[in-house]
Antibody
Framework: QVQLQQSGPGLVKPSQTLSLTCAIS??????????WNWIRQSPSRGLEWMGR?????????DYAVSVKSRISINPDTSKNQFSLQLNSVTPEDTAVYYC?????????WGQGTLVTVSS | QSVLTQPPSASGTPGQRVTISCSGS????????VDWYQQLPGTAPKLLIY???QRPSGVPDRFSGSKSGTSASLAISGLQSEDEADYYC???????????FGGGTKLTVL
């Protein structure tokens, strides 16, 4: 059974960097048959896909146009996890953030982390 | 405003059949497969349908999906009270090079 365990701060100050980590059990971040996503949800923006990382003989990333200039998603093969960094946050980045596995559909989700951007 | 368009609400009585629509474009639904998710309050979304009409293991066959052109539909037959939830469609969009979601449909079981 795949499990995704998220960790990271729930409060970030404006202009700073939001950092979250997703630890994977029951699968490998280096698998050739899945992609590892970050998705957020807020009342104003609904469900918003942010980006993904995946391995197909080499590492690839795809990022949403809305955050492309501020986002980085990186795998950590030594710890079997992947991370999200979102720079220069504003209150509009306040949301519940989910990590998730994509294999066919998005079939496994982390527990969600409410991140509030506030001074 | 979401890239995929869903009705904000739907309703039905127990035992009834309900459908939820999802409208996209040639670069999203018209070129890629559609997924459907169910979200209960306070929980992460759950995959209901993938690749237009495939059910993951454990999803009841009361849930079915279909796609035609740039639109897709989720059908729920034999409606039950526990089906009351928010439902989202999703697809890859080739123009945006990203996954896009619908705005969600809140299903009420009367």
């Amino acid at each position: 059974q795949v499990q995704l365990q998220q960790s990271g701060p729930g409060l970030v100050k404006p202009s700073q960097t939001l950092s979250l980590t997703c630890a994977i059990s029951g699968d490998s971040v280096s698998t050739n048959s899945a992609a590892w996503n970050w998705i957020r949800q807020s009342p104003s923006r609904g469900l918003e896909w942010m980006g993904r990382t995946y391995y197909r003989s080499k590492w690839y990333n795809d990022y949403a146009v809305s955050v492309k200039s501020r986002i980085s998603i990186n795998p950590d093969t030594s710890k079997n996890q992947f991370s999200l960094q979102l720079n220069s946050v504003t209150p509009e980045d306040t949301a519940v953030y989910y990590c998730a596995r994509e294999r066919g559909g998005v079939d496994y989700w982390g527990q969600g982390t409410l991140v509030t951007v506030s001074s | 405003q979401s890239v995929l368009t869903q009705p904000p609400s739907a309703s039905g009585t127990p035992g009834q059949r309900v459908t939820i629509s999802c409208s996209g474009s040639s670069s999203s639904i018209g070129s890629n497969t559609v997924d459907w998710y169910q979200q209960l309050p306070g929980t992460a979304p759950k995959l209901l349908i993938y690749s237009n009409n495939q059910r993951p293991s454990g999803v009841p066959d009361r849930f079915s999906g279909s796609k035609s052109g740039t639109s897709a539909s989720l059908a729920i037959s034999g409606l039950q009270s526990e089906d009351e939830a928010d439902y989202y469609c999703a697809a890859w969009d080739d123009s945006l090079n990203g996954r896009v979601f619908g705005g969600g449909t809140k299903l009420t079981v009367l």
